[in-house]
């Protein structure tokens, strides 16, 4: 890509950046939209995969997502970070096409100490810490597991989280504290010794 | 530090853990939680187990084509231009239905008080309708607040902020005198001795004045 595009890239990098991105793509700026959303495509996926398995869906949120963007760019008034506007966007896309799927949303299992016995796919995962933090992460409840992943690989702040998911920050703050006791539970075996 | 400070500092910090974790923690918070979680071994423990949870974070999404999706997403902008800017009072995005159903948002509130005062206006015509066969005794009482030898009546209607003595002004200053009110929708009942259209003009050059009625002839209802 020309010249135009390879400084396009480098504004996207900042919070300040982004904002600008936006601003031209409420122009119909095409170039700007393709920046931003080579820089959301990798994050968001990550966001929604620990919401749906299937790659189709999470594309498909991804592209309603950043299709919502282009066509309401102008009314973004820089009240809050682009990242958190964009993530607000994702969450209720991801709930909306979650519901219509019918596919749990709220996956909580019945009994947590069945998970290790139970599911022989688990067992496999312990024997990697990452893989077994993913396993359990999965077991959380929607809301928890997405205010932890926001939290923890995502860096937001409980403010920007609560704008993102439309609630008080102390509920935020009360989401993590119950995700924080469960994956402790959970991994407690894998936490051993590594502290 | 007394022990309801102490477990007070314990119940923020423990709270604030995970933002402490990832740096989003800022100013006076961070400052508080920093100290108190120097001096907790739990506190300590526990961010531990939280960098570590951290650092076992996952890796890209597998199995995503991002340039398959892109040009997928693309053609769909052509039938779909970017939206013109909107004045922030009315950006959906922006303004949850809390917000839009707040008692001070101007949008549905200056709404309502039209339909409040059109409806208070329908109320007085109906007051001021002609006397029909099935009323025509009406006139034959008075009602309770009507002062004796009053010949013409108002209904009035004031600002809700008005003060007492800008009211009272009014009324003087209308050659009307308060023979009744007010009642649960804030009207006012003046009795006037000259004509009623008069005692009507001067009080409806007022501005604080926002309804001002003839009430029939010896406050007929």
């Given at each position: 890509m020309d010249k135009r595009a390879d400084d396009t890239r480098m504004t996207a990098r900042t919070p300040e950046g982004e904002a600008c991105l936006v601003g031209r793509i409420a122009a119909g700026d095409r170039i700007a939209f393709d920046t931003l959303y080579r820089a959301y495509f990798p994050r968001l996926g990550r966001f929604l995969q620990r919401m749906t398995r299937s790659s189709t869906l999470i594309e498909e949120i991804v592209n309603d997502t950043l299709l919502v963007v282009w066509r309401k760019a102008a009314t973004f008034n820089?009240?809050?970070k682009v990242s958190t506007w964009i993530f607000a966007i994702a969450y209720r896309r991801a709930c909306k096409?979650?519901?219509a799927l019918d596919e749990p949303v709220d996956a909580v299992?019945?009994?947590?100490?069945?998970i290790a016995t139970d599911r022989p796919e688990w067992q496999f995962a312990q024997l990697q810490l990452t893989?077994?933090?993913d396993a359990a992460i999965a077991t959380l409840p929607l809301?928890?597991?997405t205010a932890f992943q926001l939290t923890f690989y995502h860096d937001m702040?409980?403010?920007?989280?609560?704008?993102?998911?439309a609630c008080p920050v102390n509920t935020i703050k009360t989401r993590l504290f119950h995700a924080r006791k469960r994956l402790a539970l959970l991994l407690e075996d894998q936490l051993e010794g590594r502290q | 530090m007394n022990q309801h400070e102490s477990n007070a500092a314990h119940g923020?910090?423990?709270d604030a853990l995970p933002w402490l974790a990832n740096g989003s923690l800022a100013g006076a918070e961070l400052e508080r939680v920093q100290a108190h979680v120097h001096g907790c071994a739990t506190c300590r423990a526990e961010l531990a187990l939280l960098h570590t949870l951290r650092a076992a974070g996952p890796g890209p999404a597998p199995g995503l084509d991002m340039e398959a999706a892109l040009s997928r997403l693309m053609p769909q902008l052509d039938g779909q231009e970017p939206a013109l800017p909107v004045q922030p009072d009315s950006l959906p995005v922006q303004r949850s239905w809390r917000v839009r159903l707040a008692a001070n948002d101007r949008s549905w509130l200056r709404a309502a008080v039209a339909m409040q005062c059109c409806a208070i206006a329908v109320l007085a015509v109906l007051l001021l309708r002609p006397a029909t066969s099935t009323d025509a005794q009406a006139g034959d009482y008075r009602v309770l607040g009507a002062a004796p030898g009053v010949q013409h009546g108002l209904i009035v209607m004031f600002k809700p902020a008005t003060p007492e003595h800008e009211l009272r002004r009014i009324v003087l200053g209308s050659g009307a005198r308060i023979v009744g009110g007010p009642t649960a929708t804030g009207a006012w009942m003046l009795g006037a001795d000259e004509e009623a259209a008069a005692v009507m003009a001067r009080l409806r050059r007022e501005p604080a004045v926002t309804l001002a009625e003839p009430f029939g002839a010896e406050g007929r209802p």
């Amino acid at each position: 890509m020309d010249k135009r595009a390879d400084d396009t890239r480098m504004t996207a990098r900042t919070p300040e950046g982004e904002a600008c991105l936006v601003g031209r793509i409420a122009a119909g700026d095409r170039i700007a939209f393709d920046t931003l959303y080579r820089a959301y495509f990798p994050r968001l996926g990550r966001f929604l995969q620990r919401m749906t398995r299937s790659s189709t869906l999470i594309e498909e949120i991804v592209n309603d997502t950043l299709l919502v963007v282009w066509r309401k760019a102008a009314t973004f008034n820089g009240s809050s970070k682009v990242s958190t506007w964009i993530f607000a966007i994702a969450y209720r896309r991801a709930c909306k096409a979650l519901q219509a799927l019918d596919e749990p949303v709220d996956a909580v299992p019945d009994d947590v100490e069945g998970i290790a016995t139970d599911r022989p796919e688990w067992q496999f995962a312990q024997l990697q810490l990452t893989h077994a933090v993913d396993a359990a992460i999965a077991t959380l409840p929607l809301a928890q597991r997405t205010a932890f992943q926001l939290t923890f690989y995502h860096d937001m702040s409980y403010v920007e989280i609560a704008e993102i998911m439309a609630c008080p920050v102390n509920t935020i703050k009360t989401r993590l504290f119950h995700a924080r006791k469960r994956l402790a539970l959970l991994l407690e075996d894998q936490l051993e010794g590594r502290q | 530090m007394n022990q309801h400070e102490s477990n007070a500092a314990h119940g923020e910090a423990q709270d604030a853990l995970p933002w402490l974790a990832n740096g989003s923690l800022a100013g006076a918070e961070l400052e508080r939680v920093q100290a108190h979680v120097h001096g907790c071994a739990t506190c300590r423990a526990e961010l531990a187990l939280l960098h570590t949870l951290r650092a076992a974070g996952p890796g890209p999404a597998p199995g995503l084509d991002m340039e398959a999706a892109l040009s997928r997403l693309m053609p769909q902008l052509d039938g779909q231009e970017p939206a013109l800017p909107v004045q922030p009072d009315s950006l959906p995005v922006q303004r949850s239905w809390r917000v839009r159903l707040a008692a001070n948002d101007r949008s549905w509130l200056r709404a309502a008080v039209a339909m409040q005062c059109c409806a208070i206006a329908v109320l007085a015509v109906l007051l001021l309708r002609p006397a029909t066969s099935t009323d025509a005794q009406a006139g034959d009482y008075r009602v309770l607040g009507a002062a004796p030898g009053v010949q013409h009546g108002l209904i009035v209607m004031f600002k809700p902020a008005t003060p007492e003595h800008e009211l009272r002004r009014i009324v003087l200053g209308s050659g009307a005198r308060i023979v009744g009110g007010p009642t649960a929708t804030g009207a006012w009942m003046l009795g006037a001795d000259e004509e009623a259209a008069a005692v009507m003009a001067r009080l409806r050059r007022e501005p604080a004045v926002t309804l001002a009625e003839p009430f029939g002839a010896e406050g007929r209802p």
